[in-house]
């Protein structure tokens, strides 16, 4: 059980330190959600893991008639909704197929970043630890937090933040991807703004 006077560790490390493609992506990650360390992305792992491990479980156990079975699967579901992880109408099945990236996304530090409030991952890193970033008008000083069901349209400047003020001169410029809620969203905004762009830019008629 450990010592009672320390917080146990949450979540677990890879099983070979020394592997250089699982090394390659989670340093593509961390470059991409911003992230501090690699702890932060094996707590991410971890939790999903857990998602995991719990649906086969219960599958196992439904199998078998078990009646807690249904109602801990009821909860696990409920829960995965409420997280905005899995559509309503989603089965045990389904958790095994949730991405990485999906929770990932679901971090107040991306949305942050998706929803214009930052010029990149590690400044909105920056502004949340600061307390510029609110969430329904309340400061959220964690930039892990994760956003539940129907917050992500809730995340803006706080109200006493110099930032909220539209003529700040360190305010990021709107883009034409603000308000997209995953990076694929985000990065098809900025191709078709980038399409625009040029087809509207005027041919060179030189030789």
Same mark, same amino acid.
């Given at each position: 059980?450990?010592?009672?006077?320390?917080?146990?560790?949450?979540?677990?490390?890879?099983?070979?330190?020394?592997?250089?493609?699982?090394?390659?992506?989670?340093?593509?990650?961390?470059?991409?959600?911003?992230?501090?360390?690699?702890?932060?992305?094996?707590?991410?792992?971890?939790?999903?893991?857990?998602?995991?491990?719990?649906?086969?479980?219960?599958?196992?156990?439904?199998?078998?008639?078990?009646?807690?079975?249904?109602?801990?699967?009821?909860?696990?579901?409920?829960?995965?909704?409420?997280?905005?992880?899995?559509?309503?109408?989603?089965?045990?099945?389904?958790?095994?197929?949730? $991405?990485? !990236? *999906?929770?990932? /996304?679901?971090?107040?530090?991306?949305? =942050?970043?998706?929803?214009?409030? &930052?010029?990149?991952?590690?400044?909105?890193?920056?502004?949340?630890?600061?307390?510029?970033?609110?969430?329904?008008?309340?400061?959220?000083?964690?930039?892990?937090?994760?956003?539940?069901?129907?917050?992500?349209?809730?995340?803006?400047?706080?109200?006493?933040?110099?930032?909220?003020?539209?003529?700040?001169?360190?305010?990021?410029?709107?883009? $034409?991807? !603000? *308000?997209?809620? /995953?990076?694929?969203?985000?990065?098809? =905004?900025?191709?078709?703004?980038? &399409?625009?762009?040029?087809?509207?830019?005027?041919?060179?008629?030189?030789?």
């Amino acid at each position: 059980m450990g010592d009672p006077k320390f917080n146990r560790r949450l979540y677990d490390t890879p099983s070979h330190p020394w592997k250089a493609q699982r090394i390659a992506e989670e340093t593509e990650l961390c470059r991409k959600y911003g992230l501090k360390n690699k702890r932060e992305l094996w707590r991410i792992k971890s939790q999903l893991g857990r998602f995991r491990s719990s649906a086969r479980s219960l599958e196992a156990r439904l199998r078998v008639g078990d009646e807690q079975a249904e109602k801990e699967a009821e909860q696990l579901l409920s829960r995965l909704r409420r997280m905005a992880l899995l559509e309503e109408g989603g089965q045990l099945i389904d958790v095994l197929s949730i $991405p990485l !990236e *999906g929770l990932l /996304t679901r971090r107040l530090q991306t949305q =942050a970043y998706l929803k214009g409030l &930052a010029g990149t991952p590690d400044q909105a890193r920056q502004l949340i630890i600061h307390g510029h970033i609110a969430l329904d008008g309340r400061k959220v000083t964690i930039p892990g937090y994760f956003l539940r069901q129907g917050e992500v349209e809730k995340v803006a400047y706080h109200a006493r933040s110099p930032y909220a003020n539209e003529a700040h001169p360190m305010r990021p410029k709107p883009r $034409p991807a !603000e *308000g997209a809620e /995953t990076f694929e969203e985000f990065a098809a =905004a900025q191709r078709t703004e980038a &399409a625009t762009v040029q087809a509207h830019e005027p041919e060179d008629g030189g030789a």
